[in-house]
């Protein structure tokens, strides 16, 4: 099944507080990602590949083209789509790994991880049983679940960050250098989980720089230097 | 499908030439938090006051769906159907606590009073359901025939709040609700207020300054600017990919402060 369909998709950015600068990132992209894939995007630094994993879930917006998001339901083009609407893709559809976590301050790290279950009106014990099996499977020592990850290592707080990320299926999950502040033993971990999501038949659409892990989880690279022409 | 609750179109209120709220159209829709900011001055009150038909205005149509999904047309509506609505339907939370609660009456009065408006008439009742609001917004309920004239300023605002929803509104306003407090203070008012919106599903039209708060609270923002709204979206969308020369201000100046 077919679950995003981008077509010529462009995005510009125009920085009004510094003179008006122009910045051409991404020049008629198309691509597209089935279930059960892994599509991995590939190019320099600042050629706008966290742009475009972030257009796929709505928090960019694309300039042009179209950007057609396959849920269970219904198709949906994000580029026109009104913001219930995306918000209904996040719930359900759409999940998303960035790089860092953006802390919610004062919500401990098991509030954290526990609620997308919560919004899924799962029972307690489920929840529960899910949430210490995630933490420990991502080696987040017992005495941080109660604190709120602001005070976390980097590498302790990305794992908070994919803990709540992945711990509900996701038909289609963005990952954008999910790992780029772990220890091999934790890659290990995420590069797994992202197996496993696969398996489970997610679409899924990942930057990852480090080579080994590319070779080991792609099925399918997008090199964007090759498709814009800035 | 869900329909908005609250449709707002081309609705003006000019008080001099370019100054109020000029042309502003705008859906409200169930359970959704809609964040409204902007330089001061650009409009937010003005709005604010507008949609919860405490102003009216100038020309623009606003119509709102209550729970028995009655339709009224706000500007068309008499006095006392306002009132109704405000007693039953609205929540209004201004910035100034002084402007929402009556300092001389007790806390539990100030719930009670509410209440009583929607109907209540059992003393034991409405004093049970007023315990049980102060300790909802983590005010001691042993405070309870305390006049809030003695309160801080961060419980008066809780109990504006406690106040508010315990008739269960389906539409609140908020102006600046973590306005005048400190940060601390703040960062706790915030906590209750973002699990008090998500229990009870309402919807809530939130004017901010702040857009840590904004970020926090809201489904979707608005950016006004000289009484227009310039830019609208989700509000994570509109705070890391702004389009308009004014929002890239506003969100520039936040980044340069953390
Ligand atoms: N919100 C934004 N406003 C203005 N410019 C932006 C914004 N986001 C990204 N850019 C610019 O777009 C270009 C692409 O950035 P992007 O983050 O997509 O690159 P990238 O390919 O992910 O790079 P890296 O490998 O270093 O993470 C950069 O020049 C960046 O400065
Ligand atoms: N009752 C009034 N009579 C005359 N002018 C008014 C009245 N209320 C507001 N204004 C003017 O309308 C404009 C918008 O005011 P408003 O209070 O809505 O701004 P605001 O966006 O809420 O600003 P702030 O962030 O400072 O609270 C201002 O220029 C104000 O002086
Ligand atoms: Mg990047
Ligand atoms: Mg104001």
């Keep these: ?230 | 499908m869900r329909e908005p609750i609250l449709t707002a179109r081309d609705v003006t209120r000019e008080y001099a030439p370019g100054q109020g709220c000029l042309g502003v159209s705008l859906d409200v829709w169930p359970g959704e938090v809609l964040g409204i900011v902007g330089e001061s001055g650009s409009g937010k009150s003005t709005l604010l006051r507008l949609l919860s038909g405490q102003e009216s205005p100038d020309s623009g149509t606003l119509q709102f769906i209550d729970r028995h999904q009655t339709v009224w047309d706000l500007c068309s509506s008499s006095e006392s159907d306002l009132r109704y609505l405000g007693r039953t339907e609205f929540g209004i939370i201004h910035q100034n606590p002084r402007d929402g609660l009556r300092l001389r009456i007790s806390a539990g009065g100030n719930i009670g009073e509410r209440l009583m408006g929607v109907g209540e008439r059992h003393y034991g009742d409405i004093r049970a359901e007023a315990e049980k609001w102060l300790a909802e917004v983590e005010i001691d309920p042993s405070r309870i025939d305390d006049r809030p004239a003695v309160f801080s300023g961060g419980m008066q605002q809780r109990l504006q709040i406690a106040r508010n929803l315990v008739t269960h509104p389906k539409l609140v306003f908020m102006d600046e609700p973590t306005g005048g407090l400190d940060v601390s203070v703040q960062a706790k008012l915030l906590d209750t207020l973002k699990r008090l919106v998500h229990d009870l599903g309402i919807s809530v039209v939130i004017v901010t300054h702040d857009m840590g708060v904004a970020r926090l609270l809201a489904d979707r923002l608005l950016v006004m600017k000289s009484g227009q709204v310039i830019e609208s979206g989700l509000t994570d969308q509109v705070l890391d990919d702004p389009h308009a020369a004014y929002t890239q201000q506003l969100v520039a100046s936040i980044l340069q402060v953390n």
């Design chain 1, 1 to 230: 099944m077919r679950r995003i369909t981008v077509s010529e998709v462009s995005k510009t950015f125009t920085l009004h507080n510094q003179g008006g600068t122009v910045l051409p990132v991404l020049n008629r992209i198309s691509l597209h990602v089935d279930a059960g894939e892994l599509v991995v995007l590939s190019g320099p630094s600042g050629c706008g590949k966290s742009t475009l994993l972030k257009m796929l879930f709505g928090n960019y917006l694309a300039d042009q083209g179209s950007i057609l998001i396959a849920g269970d339901e219904e198709e949906v083009d994000l580029v026109s789509a009104h913001p219930h609407q995306v918000l209904e893709l996040r719930r359900h559809t759409l999940g998303f790994v960035s790089q860092f976590l953006r802390v919610i301050p004062r919500v401990s790290t098991w509030d954290l991880v526990a609620e997308p279950l919560e919004r899924r009106q799962m029972d307690r014990e489920e929840i529960n049983e899910r949430v210490s099996r995630m933490l420990r499977r991502l080696n987040l020592p017992e005495r941080l679940w109660t604190l709120a990850p602001a005070t976390f290592s980097g590498g302790e707080q990305q794992r908070v960050n994919i803990a709540r990320s992945m711990i509900v299926h996701y038909p289609i999950l963005l990952l954008d250098e999910p790992t780029a502040s772990l220890d091999a033993r934790n890659r290990d971990v995420v590069a797994e989980m992202v197996q496993e999501a696969r398996a489970q038949g997610s679409a899924l659409v990942g930057i990852f720089h480090d080579d080994e892990l590319r070779g080991r989880l792609a099925d399918r690279l997008v090199m964007l230097e090759a498709t814009q022409c800035v």
